[in-house]
């Protein structure tokens, strides 16, 4: 049973407070800590900070450490730790308002997923076989890592405006195969970025991903095939976008210039003129799947390109909207965040509906993240088939790929990788 909670404030990648638990049964110490980032709407549950801006400019979490050492330790002292439902309930009923800002989602979750963790650990099992009970799934599947190999964005300072350019390793066979075509790419980027920018052009990016000063889409995706042609995997590796629109859409258009102080207006462009360069995107080069190519609240454009059927569309920043996005056939595919739901069991019921729906789910980190790896766990547990963790650079990003790692090895004969059966594993 659950003895003891404690919870305290540390900090994520990018040195913003966040929280972390340590969860205490009769089996040991369950410690784990929640991601953040910038991508939030009005439909986001809420991220609760002090918000007093003399301390951590506002960022200080010192108000959600008391409420998990207070209000939700107390709830939940004497639960047996493997009846997640019950005690993600129980948290979540301690919270009167709908988008979790009494508590704070971040509270919930911190707590959901060291209670996970202690879960595994009573019935001694993985824990991402644990997780896999939970969610009523029988395959382990080793999800398809989506490396970040180039970042722009809000992730990084130069003038790129899409956030992510990815690559898919789908024809490797192995997890491990995977990796070392990953890795390698990014070495090999780097030396090609390096030739065409110099060594400044080699700064990371949030996530680990490469950074030069570039401004067009075609221009990231041209490095980056160049340096898929210098590793000869050319025919295992398949692209990936997340544009994070939302970031430039200014009310009518979208502007990709918006990084840059002096900008003319004619790189404002109008939604069909983002749909047709999307399409030019996907013919120029092996994209496969594209996050978020208008406003999180366009939909209507982002349904019409969907419709297309040119490659899988994602949608980021969906929250408590996928019922209705999955009603709208809006697009294919939910971006799993788990800090925007707030507790596993709500994360769970998110695929689900996904899956039946035939969508495809992609998990995924936060820009601001923590050396935790439970997402990896929770990956294989409920067999997203595709995985999205940044580059294979950086400890907190590295610490999620390297957990795939050691599952494929737990697994040994056992392990199935999704490889082509990415979207639907
Ligand atoms: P974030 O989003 O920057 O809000 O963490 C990352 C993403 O969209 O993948
Ligand atoms: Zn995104």
Partial sequence: EITKIRARQIFDSRGIPTVEVDLHTNKGMFRAAVPSGPSTGVHDVVELRDG??????????????KNINEKISEAL?????????????????????????????????????????????????????????????????????????????????????IQEIMIVPIGATTFEEAMQ????????LKG???EKYGPAGCNVGDDGSLAPNISSF???????????????????????????????YIGTKYDL????????????????????????????????SIEEPFDKDDWEHTKLFTNLG??????????????????????????LKVNQFGTITEAIEAVKMATDAHWGVVMSHRCGETEDSFIADLAVGMTTGIIKAGAPCRGERIAKYNQLLRIEEELGDRAVFAGKNWRLP
Avoid: W
């Avoid at 639960?79 to 993600?88: S, W, Y």
């Avoid at 898929?228 to 544009?243: C, E, F, P, Q």
């Avoid at 918006?258 to 120029?284: H, V």
């Fill in 52 to 65: 007093d801006k003399g301390k951590y400019l506002g960022k200080c979490v010192s108000g959600v450490i």
């Fill in 77 to 161: 002292i004497g639960m047996d730790p493997t009846l997640q439902t019950q005690i993600d309930q129980a948290i979540v009923d301690l919270d009167k308002t709908e988008n979790k800002g009494e508590l704070g989602a971040n509270a919930m979750l911190a707590v959901s997923i060291a209670a996970c963790k202690a879960g595994a650990a009573e019935k001694e099992v993985s824990l991402y076989k644990h997780v896999a009970d939970l969610s009523g799934q029988t395959n382990l599947v080793l999800p398809v890592p989506a490396f970040t190999l180039i970042s722009g964005g809000k992730h990084a300072g130069s003038n790129l405006a």
């Fill in 181 to 188: 075509i990953g890795t390698e790419t990014y070495h090999h």
């Fill in 192 to 194: 090609v970025i390096f």
């Fill in 218 to 248: 075609s221009e990231g995706l041209d490095l980056v095939k160049e340096a898929i042609d210098r590793t000869g995997y050319s025919g295992k590796i398949k692209m990936a976008l997340d544009v994070a629109a939302t970031n430039f």
């Fill in 257 to 288: 210039d918006f990084k840059s102080p002096n900008k003319s207006g004619q790189n404002f462009k109008s939604a069909e003129d983002m749909i047709d360069m999307y399409t030019q995107l996907c013919r120029d080069y092996p994209i496969v």
């Fill in 310 to 335: 040119i490659c899988q569309v994602v949608g980021d920043v969906l929250f408590k909207r996928i019922e209705k996005a999955i009603d709208e056939s809006t697009c294919n595919a939910l971006l």
